[in-house]
């Protein structure tokens, strides 16, 4: 069985429709079952991203992937600086 990776946007439309069906009475679990994605899957996607909207799933997206490459250029500056300060430390 193949994995379907979903946007970001598609996401946040799933949980708002299984928003509606809870509230038009079914259970959580026959909500899940209509969206077509496990209950683990259902519970990950709402830890992650449940109060939020399309446009701010984007934002959000955008801020980790910054953050990581930021997060890459610090630790490749610190390793240049301990290997420079190592061979600075040494007698040529």
């Known amino acids: 069985m193949s994995k379907k990776r979903y946007k970001p946007e598609e996401i946040v439309a799933k949980l708002r429709q299984a928003d509606v069906l ?3 009475g079914k259970t959580v ?4 079952r209509s969206i077509g994605v496990t ?3 259902y519970y990950r996607w ?13 934002r959000l997206k955008e801020l980790e992937a ?10 490749d500056l610190t390793i240049e ?3 420079l300060k190592e061979a600075a430390g040494g007698n040529f």
């Open 66 to 75: 910054e953050n990581n490459r930021l997060r890459r250029a610090v630790s």
């Open 81 to 83: 600086k301990l290997i």
């Open 22 to 24: 809870t509230s038009q």
């Open 39 to 41: 209950e683990v899957t």
């Open 46 to 58: 709402r830890s992650e991203y449940g109060g939020l909207k399309g446009d701010q799933v984007k």
């Open 29 to 32: 679990a026959e909500a899940i």
